[in-house]
């Protein structure tokens, strides 16, 4: 049974950082690519960095340069280190695994207050 927590969401303000986690089981994390998306209050779900196993990375623009996407196989955890954030990236973040069909974490809350 795959299961996905996140942890780490908050509030903080415009420029600060934050990290979340998200710690995957029931599947054999290392050869998965993990990903992050985020959802605001009357908009889609959009793309924000995704991993792949061998570790190359994607992100959207709207946050390049400003989040890195890492992974620890050992700990079965992805992150997304977020900084110099901003009012606009307020949303839930979930995380999300491609197997078949999509599953996802219960979403973790950032606020960033300007």
């Known amino acids: 049974q795959v299961r996905l927590v996140e942890s780490g969401g908050g509030l903080v303000s415009a420029g600060g950082s934050l990290r979340l986690s998200c710690r995957a089981s029931g599947i054999l994390f290392s050869i998965n690519a993990m990903n992050w998306y985020r959802q605001a209050p009357g908009k889609q779900r959009e793309l924000v960095a995704g991993?792949?196993?061998?570790?190359?990375?994607n992100y959207a623009d709207s946050v390049k340069g400003r989040f890195t996407i890492s992974r620890d196989n050992a700990k079965n955890t992805v992150y997304l280190q977020m900084n110099s954030l901003k009012p606009e990236d307020t949303a839930v973040y979930y995380c999300?695994?491609?197997?078949?069909?999509?599953?996802w974490g219960q979403g973790t809350q950032v606020t960033v207050s300007s």
């Open positions: 999300n695994l491609k197997l078949g069909t999509d599953y």
């Open positions: 991993i792949r196993s061998g570790g190359s990375t």
